[in-house]
């Protein structure tokens, strides 16, 4: 298994990349979201995946290993493949991808193109266990359904409060206590801005 390439980066597109190692030319598929992040310098490290089928040997790299993990998570999933992985890292950061699937948020994967609400649904029931224990809950964002939260929100923002900071401050409240009435998280959020 190719794990990481270190070398100088010979060519580059948006759907992939040349990189010389050795003296070897790899060719490595890569998402809109490497391509934005990739150096302009010509040493690069890229993390890969390969994937080995009867008909092809295919690598795909990614500018850091929490990507190539959403990838790998993706492609577990069955009816999704590299490709439809790849598509769906395109469209949304690997912190967006998995935030929809930690909370449940089918509409988000559908908003990609060529994923329909099955898939997406497949994609949710798959992997939301999986992407709640590698990444500490504290990492996903909380879903944004939650009234309290809005009703606070929209108070803090009569109140003169900018929407950005107040949202931290409410969702930092909200993690601490999660049944926190609209009163209680006012409160403490006025007392955090």
Do not use: W
């Not at 040349?18 to 030319?25: D, T």
């Amino acid at each position: 298994m190719i794990d990481q390439l270190n070398g100088r980066l010979l060519e580059k597109y948006p759907t992939h990349l040349v990189v010389e190692c050795a003296g070897v030319g790899y060719l490595v598929h890569i998402s809109l979201n490497t391509y934005g992040t990739l150096p302009e310098g010509e040493q690069l490290r890229i993390y890969t995946h390969l994937q080995v089928r009867e008909d092809a040997h295919t690598l795909f790299g990614f500018s850091t290993p929490q990507e190539r993990e959403i990838f790998r998570l993706l492609i577990s999933v069955s009816g999704v493949g590299a490709s439809t992985a790849r598509t769906m890292l395109s469209s949304m950061t690997p912190a967006q991808v998995r935030d929809a699937i930690a909370s449940g948020n089918a509409g988000a994967i559908q908003s990609v193109k060529g994923i329909g609400s099955k898939t997406a649904q497949r994609v949710i029931l798959d992997l939301k266990d999986k992407v709640l224990k590698i990444y500490d809950t504290d990492e996903v964002s909380l879903k944004t359904d939650n009234t309290h939260r809005e009703e606070a929100l929209s108070a803090l923002e009569v109140l003169g409060f900018a929407r950005k900071p107040a949202e931290k401050v409410v969702d930092k409240a909200l993690k601490q206590d999660p049944d926190l009435s609209v009163e209680g998280i006012i409160k403490t959020a006025l007392k955090n801005l």
